[in-house]
T-cell receptor, first 112, second 111 residues
Framework: DQQVKQNSPSLSVQEGRISILNCDYTNSMFDYFLWYKKYPAEGPTFLISISSIKDKNEDGRFTVFLNKSAKHLSLHIVPSQPGDSAVYFCAASGGYGQNFVFGPGTRLSVLP | KAGVTQTPRYLIKTRGQQVTLSCSPISGHRSVSWYQQTPGQGLQFLFEYFSETQRNKGNFPGRFSGRQFSNSRSEMNVSTLELGDSALYLC??????????FGPGTRLTVT
């Protein structure tokens, strides 16, 4: 029973275009969300977070949107660069002291 | 500031043996979490330690155990290894359980 789902195992985008990675969750108690990027043979790297009191958070080329009623969040990368090619994980937590539940990941390929 | 370090990076063990993995968190971080990543699976949460106490535990058998020392360093132990335990084991540290910073992982192969 996956509480955090990333229904697209892979995504290909042209360099310079927007990449949109989606994440859905089932547990309505989740109120803190993180996105990570992972290259092969490395640990995941923290990208951006959002808490349930906000519906949008931006950091440079990365923007995360949260739709609590739909239990859906998305990560937008604009413009996409070849170095963004990696596996992206979303993770959710019920708040302080709660562990994070990770999605299965989406492999993003940015084509030059 | 130094990142999260994990030792060893690679390990080959035989079925039935036991193994201990080590994780040194970022200085000042009090929370250490362990995850298992296998092909096709996301990161599966094993357990979290905060100030030497296990605060959260995932759905893994009792063969998987851990501990945290007073300097926040953590160890994970797997006893009676099975072939299915072959995976990348990731450790992550955080200040209070918020944004987690991951180490490079230990690749365990059980033959």
């Amino acid at each position: 029973d996956q509480q955090v789902k990333q229904n697209s195992p892979s995504l290909s985008v042209q360099e310079g275009r927007i990449s949109i990675l989606n994440c859905d969750y089932t547990n309505s108690m989740f109120d803190y969300f993180l996105w990570y990027k992972k290259y092969p043979a490395e640990g995941p790297t923290f990208l951006i977070s959002i808490s349930s009191i906000k519906d949008k958070n931006e950091d440079g080329r990365f923007t995360v949107f949260l739709n609590k009623s739909a239990k859906h969040l998305s990560l937008h990368i604009v413009p996409s660069q070849p170095g963004d090619s990696a596996v992206y994980f979303c993770a959710a937590s019920g708040g302080y002291g709660q562990n994070f539940v990770f999605g299965p990941g989406t492999r993003l390929s940015v084509l030059p | 500031k130094a990142g999260v370090t994990q030792t060893p990076r690679y390990l080959i063990k035989t079925r039935g043996q036991q193994v201990t993995l080590s994780c040194s968190p970022i200085s000042g971080h009090r929370s250490v979490s362990w995850y298992q990543q296998t092909p096709g699976q996301g990161l599966q949460f094993l357990f979290e330690y905060f100030s030497e106490t296990q605060r959260n535990k995932g759905n893994f058998p009792g063969r998987f155990s851990g501990r945290q020392f007073s300097n926040s360093r953590s160890e994970m132990n797997v006893s009676t290894l099975e072939l299915g335990d072959s995976a990348l084991y990731l450790c992550a540290s955080s200040l209070m359980g918020d944004e987690q910073y991951f180490g490079p992982g230990t690749r365990l192969t059980v033959t």
